[in-house]
């Protein structure tokens, strides 16, 4: 999964926090937002932006678009922030269904468009929640190190020589 696609509505609070915290976590990856009902060029708002600086993430220089055809098809995986939006992309473009999930698996991510600086933070904890969650569920498998100093996918000598003697 290469292509991760984030969606909410404006494309100026919950979805840029989200793009901004995974490709924090997985710069290899190719990640962006996009709303349902973007708020086409506006910048994200002033306090995901504020929230996100207290993270050491800058977003500012985000702008919003609009969900096209082309993103839905390109993308691997499209994560949205709540069952409502889910169904709208799978009804809009039924050749995305089995690539849109909901961030929070048994919640949604209520939008704080214009609700102050406390709904933006409940907000945010719930998004970095899923992200957190997301990032591990992508994140490349390392086989555990051994004592030996190096990286092996294969049994210690000890659990294949420890009954032969």
Not at 64 to 75: D, G, R
Not at 86 to 113: F, M, N, T
Not at 118 to 144: E, M, T
Request: with cysteine; aromatic share 8%.
């Amino acid at each position: 999964m290469n292509k991760i696609l984030f969606v909410c509505i404006g494309n100026i609070c919950r979805s840029p926090i989200a793009e901004g915290l995974l490709r924090h976590a997985l710069p290899d990856r190719a990640i962006c937002s996009a709303g349902v009902g973007a708020m086409r060029g506006y910048p994200a708002d002033p306090l995901s932006v504020q929230i996100m600086q207290e993270q050491g993430i800058d977003i500012s220089t985000h702008r919003a678009q609009s969900l096209a055809a082309w993103m839905v098809l390109e993308s691997d995986l499209i994560i949205t922030m709540d069952l409502e939006q889910q169904a709208h992309i799978e009804s809009l473009y039924p050749a995305s269904k089995g690539k849109v999930k909901r961030l929070g698996e048994d919640y949604d991510v209520p939008d704080p468009y214009q609700l102050g600086l406390a709904s933006f933070r409940h907000a945010f904890n719930l998004i970095s929640q899923g992200v957190d969650r997301l990032a591990g569920q992508l994140a490349p498998v390392v086989p555990p190190t051994t004592d030996y100093g190096f990286q092996s996918i294969w049994p210690m000598p000890t659990q294949i020589w420890s009954g032969a003697r």
